[in-house]
């Protein structure tokens, strides 16, 4: 391994590579698979060796402890191997079927008209995207279905933002400031004590919320314990805000970019879920992930020792042109559905079909209301994660919003997505 590669992989986690990481991440690619000397993390780049590592069962996601993260993680769906993650995924997805999700449907065009209407309220000719309409929405939905009431989510939106850190790579000597690790920890009370009362006040009084069915989730006498039933809630709830916020972020920000794509996304709004998916793909929300090997194996001519650390970076494989025609290419007719913006195997995503319609809701919205919006490009900026990748900024001038462009929920439809 050269010097050139191990600065090149301690350039992801540099500031200064966080609007444009892809011509680094085609380099580490096409020199993975590697050992990383600095830290012996095994870095994983090609389309065929991630979904490879992603599916062995010589691979495991149970890195508590291991000192991959920049912060200790607690036991979750993201971080328990079989047969703790097949029990708690058998159970928490009873939740988050897709008859389930799609009941939410509705809602979600509601909540789009809502937060558009104040934003065509406001009388402004720009907008920051992220704070009023990409952040908001995700928060609201995810809160809304697992029950937790609107005068409470900002104070979740503030606690999801700290949660994220702990999903970071460890990728570069040095440790995250008091502050940050101060942030996290005061996250996670918050979140325990908030849901402890909520749980209770649930099992007392059940309501056709995601909660309730995650209490009532059963199979053969089995349920998941007040522990369990905390951390699921903390993980759907920062997992359905962050990724799905950046999603929507990045789905923009691509639009934008590509003027004949947007263009082509307001003649064409059934191409809203294919454009998701190309957004997953070109620019994915979840850029890298990481595993740790439970026994020796062999990932093409690189040998991996067990209890060695992997960094799978997805944004590079998804843009593998072993894979993809033309890869660095923004096509929304693409409708190429090889990526792994869910990532893939065991761990795939829960909260992958919600994302998508919520994505899918929310890039239409975009392209159907604005009238010639435009990016500030000097607004762009992106938030500090590594692992999940998003702007923190992203402001848009444009001359309207036509609201009756947007499909309207009915009083009915609407009740009954959030009553049940």
């Excluded at 939905?141 to 979740?156: A, T």
């Amino acid at each position: 391994m050269t010097t050139t590669l191990t600065t090149g992989l301690t350039r992801l986690a540099d500031p200064a590579t966080r609007a444009h990481p892809y011509p680094l991440l085609r380099e580490l690619r096409e020199a993975s698979p590697f050992t990383d000397p600095a830290s012996g993390i095994v870095v994983v780049g090609r389309r065929a060796d991630c979904e490879t590592v992603l599916r062995s069962p010589r691979v495991g996601s149970n890195r508590l402890g291991a000192g991959i993260t920049k912060v200790p993680q607690q036991p979750n769906l993201m971080n328990l191997d079989a047969p703790d993650h097949t029990r708690l995924r058998r159970l928490a997805g009873k939740a988050f079927k897709p008859r389930v999700v799609e009941r939410w449907r509705p809602r979600v065009r509601a909540i789009v008209r809502e937060l558009l209407t104040d934003v065509a309220a406001s009388g402004a000719d720009g907008v920051d995207m992220v704070s009023a309409f990409a952040y908001p929405l995700p928060v609201r939905v995810i809160c809304e279905m697992l029950g937790v009431p609107r005068e409470d989510h900002p104070v979740f939106e503030k606690w999801a933002h700290s949660i994220a850190y702990t999903v970071d790579p460890q990728l570069v000597p040095g440790e995250l400031t008091t502050e940050v690790e101060r942030n996290v920890e005061e996250a996670r009370a918050g979140f325990v004590g908030y849901f402890s009362r909520l749980i209770a006040e649930r099992k007392r009084e059940p309501r056709a919320d995601v909660l309730s069915e995650l209490i009532a989730a059963e199979e053969g006498g089995d349920q998941l314990d007040e522990r369990e039933l905390i951390l699921t809630c903390v993980l759907l709830l920062v997992a359905g805000h962050e990724t799905t916020a950046n999603l929507i972020l990045n789905g923009v920000l691509g639009l934008l970019r590509h003027p004949d794509q947007l263009r082509l996304l307001r003649e064409r709004p059934e191409l809203a879920e294919v454009a998701v998916e190309e957004v997953l793909r070109h620019d994915a929300p979840v850029q890298m992930v990481t595993r740790i090997a439970r026994e020796p194996f062999t990932l093409g001519d690189h040998e991996v020792a067990a209890g060695q650390p992997l960094l799978l970076l997805l944004a590079a494989a998804n843009r593998d042109p072993r894979q993809h025609h033309d890869p660095d290419r923004f096509d929304i007719t693409r409708g190429d559905p090889g990526h792994l913006g869910f990532a893939a195997g065991p761990h795939f995503c829960l909260g992958s079909v919600l994302a998508r319609m919520e994505g899918a809701i929310a890039l239409d919205a975009f392209a159907q209301a604005f009238v010639e919006p435009e990016l500030d490009e000097a607004s762009l900026h992106y938030r500090p994660h590594v692992a999940v990748r998003g702007p923190d900024h992203l402001r848009i001038t444009f001359q309207g919003i036509r609201l009756g462009s947007l499909p309207a929920a009915g009083p009915a439809e609407e009740s009954e997505a959030a009553h049940g």
